[in-house]
């Protein structure tokens, strides 16, 4: 049984409590059948059989009494009514007495025996109604003579067979209604048995039933728990049911279930394991123990070891494309700083001699009021002016020179600072593919591309600076020229010194305010180039730093193991998606 199907299980049972309804229903239904039957017997039969006895008894009673009534009337109407009753009487009794041996034949004998002796009486009683029909006293006592001495004996041989059918009746009727107890007695305890014996084997079956039933399902929850709380080990061996049962497959996936988790966890918990410690050259064990849809995690794992791989590879290559990017860019922004503390001596010498023409101009629009009065000294006054415009003039060329080198060198600094920017996305991108590893790398090429958008800023500065003091010296030389020009034509035209010193002193003054501007030109440069020489230092510092940071990746992309289709000939091929 332990092998059937739980349908066939469960039918079966039913069909057992079934077959005992159906046996208990039988034997319940026999036994009222035959209670029923004995009780049919006893109200049809042994009461009817009593009572017409009964009432043969009576009425043999009323027939001996009218009998004797007979033996001492006085006139004929009285005997024949006498006559009539006792015919009537006699007739009844026999009436009742047959139909007593209908409802109970085994008294024939009996009965046959009071028939008997009831006719052999006949004779008996015509004669005791001849002797009546005297109507005489010796008649009378002729009649009672023979009732007395010939006919009440009959009677009482009749009434002895009465009373004894009447005690055997009355036997019987106690001997069936004491069977009927037995029997009845009989049919509870049969019943009762019955029902006692398939209580008993309904809860047999019932418990072995539940048992077949509840062990398997409390052996797999038991399990099924064990595995839910991850504890692989203790559950197994926890399932010992084996059927060929609903339950016996069930408990035996269960076993498979248990395996399966014991083959392929271990083998997830080591390649994680392997992985955590940076070694990807490695792959699933049990590899065929992945059936189904959880091939899709080993597949999983196959494709983050191969795409992890690939990515520190590529990691591996970006630093040191980085790390020579670095170099480049910290020996730029060396010489860079280099070119801007060059440029920043010769703003300086720039700046003084800008100064020394400030005085110069000074000094010229002094003589110019002086010229006024001392027209004599005009000659060689203008030929000083002309040496010291000559001067001026040669001086604003070498500005304007110093300016076009400086744009120059700005155009370095903003060639230098975009490429310093196209290197610090380039390594914030490599930074974000490598993820938590590349994050403070990520923080040294947002830096640099701070420090690259700064430059880049400060070069346009320092160009819209440059472009406003070429201007200034255009205007500069113009005035220069003018100034030359006036001064030339003052040896030819003596006459109009005061005019011309005028003029010069109008044209010293604009010159000088030429000259303040291009000062302030000239220092806004200065600043713009010690700032680019600070930032060419902070570029060089981090560009070293840069180049630390992408040797301190390259020293953690080799810590990592990685795998490589070469390296892993003959293992499982790797996952693409």
């Known amino acids: ?45 042994s009461i009817p059989a009593l009572s017409n006895l009964e009432s043969a008894r009576r009425y043999i009673r009323i027939f001996q009494g009218n009998i004797l009534k007979a033996t001492c009337t006085d006139n004929q109407a009285d005997l024949d009514k006498l006559v009539e009753d006792i015919s009537s009487d006699r007739s009844a009794f026999f009436d009742y007495l047959d139909s007593f041996l209908e409802y109970d034949p085994q008294f024939s004998d009996e009965v046959e025996n009071i028939h008997t002796v009831m006719d052999d009486a006949a004779s008996i009683r015509e004669r005791i109604v001849e002797a009546s029909a005297k109507f005489s006293y010796e008649g009378n006592l002729e009649a009672y003579s023979i009732y007395l001495n010939e006919y009440e004996p009959n009677l009482t041989k009749v009434t002895g067979i009465l009373e004894n059918l009447t005690t055997e009746l009355k036997e019987a009727i106690t001997t069936r209604y004491n069977n009927a107890q037995t029997t009845k007695t009989i049919n509870i305890v049969i019943i009762i048995a019955v029902v006692v014996a398939a209580a008993i084997l309904v809860v047999a ?108 590879s590529n990691v591996d290559q970006a630093s040191d494309q980085l790390l020579s990017g670095t170099e480049e860019v910290s020996s730029g922004a060396q010489a860079l700083a280099q070119g801007a503390t060059q440029q920043a001596a010769s703003i300086q010498e720039l700046s003084e001699n800008i100064a020394s023409i400030s005085e110069s101009i000074k000094a010229n ?24 415009m000559s001067e001026l003039v040669r001086a604003m060329n070498e500005i304007n020179e110093f300016s076009s080198e400086t744009k120059k060198i700005v155009k370095t600094i903003e060639d230098i600072a975009f490429q310093t920017n196209i290197l610090s996305l380039n390594a914030a991108v490599e930074a974000a593919r490598a993820g938590a590893a590349g994050k403070g790398f990520a923080v040294v090429a947002e830096e640099v591309r701070n420090l690259a958008g700064k430059s880049a800023e400060a070069a346009q500065n320092t160009t819209r600076i440059i472009e406003s003091t070429v201007n200034s010296i255009v205007s500069g030389n113009k005035l220069c020229a003018e100034v030359a020009e006036k001064m030339n034509k003052v040896g030819e035209t003596a006459g109009k010194v005061t005019a011309i010193n005028n003029k010069i002193a109008d044209s010293s003054k604009k010159a000088a305010d030429s000259i303040v501007k291009v000062t302030i030109g000239v220092d806004q440069i200065s600043n713009v180039v010690q700032n680019n020489s600070a930032t060419s230092e902070q570029s060089a510092a981090a560009s070293e730093e840069l180049s630390g940071q992408a040797n301190m990746l390259k020293q953690l992309v080799k810590s990592f193991s990685l795998y490589s289709d070469s390296s892993n000939a003959g293992t499982h091929p790797a996952v693409n998606s």
């Open 1 to 45: 049984m332990k092998n059937l199907k739980i349908s066939k299980k469960i039918i079966c049972t039913f069909a057992v409590v079934l077959l005992l309804t159906f046996v208990l229903g039988v034997v319940s239904l026999v036994s009222t059948n035959n209670i029923a039957s004995t009780s049919d017997n006893y109200v049809n039969i």
């Open 205 to 312: 079956l019932t418990v072995v039933l539940t048992k077949a039933i509840v062990t398997p399902i409390i052996q797999i929850k038991d399990s099924m728990n064990l595995i839910a709380n991850g504890l692989l080990k203790e559950a197994d061996g926890t399932i010992t049911y084996r059927s060929k049962d609903e339950l016996g497959v069930l408990a035996h996936a269960a076993r498979k279930v248990i395996r399966f988790f014991q083959d392929v966890l271990p083998s997830i918990s080591d390649v994680c394991r392997n992985y955590g410690n940076g070694n990807f050259n490695c792959t699933c064990e049990n590899y065929d123990s992945y059936v189904g849809e959880t091939s899709e995690i080993r597949d999983s794992l196959m494709y983050i070891r191969d795409n992890l791989s690939a990515a520190l």
């Open 365 to 388: 629009s002094s003589d110019a009021a002086e010229a006024s009065d001392k027209a004599n000294a005009a000659g060689a006054a203008v030929q000083e002016v002309n040496a010291m």
